[in-house]
């Protein structure tokens, strides 16, 4: 596998169920993120994680978990959605100063929260 | 709070024309910018990168900055059906992460 890889691809999932979204990068990148893309709205930033260690996180909802147990894998676990969290979910992960280079994004998981 | 503003369009262009792209940002400190191409239901895919004013070329695509201006822009020549998609102009704050405009939806018509 290369690149950055997302699973699983599609979820729909209840508003009291709990689950996961895993991501792992095959890049030798030491900087990962969660974007969250909705429709009409840019892709907003949600969490990064530097070294392992987070660095940001936005204000988001605290049903969101992120765990970053090594430079190569992140989570996103999702427990009591809300309908208005129906997204695109994507990962991406970068050098850790990505002036020059970026981020590469993953595939995504279309998330529908029913 | 930063800002990164695109035309949504669509953009409709002929095949074979010029399609140029544009973005403003609201963040003098802003230091690198990208271009994404994402095509409908896929993640983006970075085609540009650029960090001094001026322009860049690769290929058929030549992006463009201008600091003192806040603005950003991306031609591309000779446009393809395979270049219809929307256009994500990203800014980079070393401390804030990519921050994403909403993309303009470009359409090239055979």
């Known amino acids: 596998e290369t690149g950055v890889t997302q699973t699983p691809r599609h979820l729909v999932m209840g508003m009291t169920n709990k689950k996961s979204l895993k991501c792992e990068q095959h890049?030798?990148?030491?900087?990962m993120y969660w974007y969250k893309q909705s429709a009409k709205k840019p892709l907003e930033l949600m969490f990064v994680?530097?070294?392992?260690?987070?660095?940001e996180n936005n204000s988001v909802p605290n049903r969101f978990s992120p765990e970053c147990p090594n430079s190569s894998h992140l989570f996103l676990h999702l427990h009591t959605l809300q309908p208005e969290d129906s997204a695109l979910y994507l990962c991406?992960?970068?050098?850790?100063?990505?002036?020059?280079?970026?981020?590469?994004f993953g595939s995504g998981t279309r998330l529908t929260v029913v | 709070q930063k800002e990164v503003e695109q035309n949504s369009g669509p953009l409709s262009v002929p095949e074979g024309a010029i399609a140029s792209l544009n973005c403003t940002y609201s963040?003098?400190?802003?230091?690198?910018f990208f271009w994404y191409r994402q095509y409908s239901g896929k993640s983006p895919e970075l085609i540009m990168s650029?960090?001094?004013?001026g322009d860049k070329e690769d290929g058929r695509f030549t992006a463009q900055l201008n600091k003192a201006s806040q603005y950003v822009s991306l031609l591309i020549r000779d446009s393809q059906p395979s270049d219809s998609a929307t256009y994500l102009c990203?800014?980079?704050?070393?401390?804030?992460?990519?921050?994403f405009g909403k993309g303009t939806h470009l359409i090239i018509q055979p």
């Open positions: 650029i960090y001094s004013n």
């Open positions: 990203a800014v980079l704050e070393r401390a804030d992460g990519l921050t």
């Open positions: 963040d003098r400190g802003s230091q690198s």
């Open positions: 994680y530097s070294l392992e260690e987070r660095v």
């Open positions: 991406a992960s970068s050098q850790e100063f990505a002036e020059y280079y970026g981020y590469t």
């Open positions: 890049l030798g990148h030491n900087a």
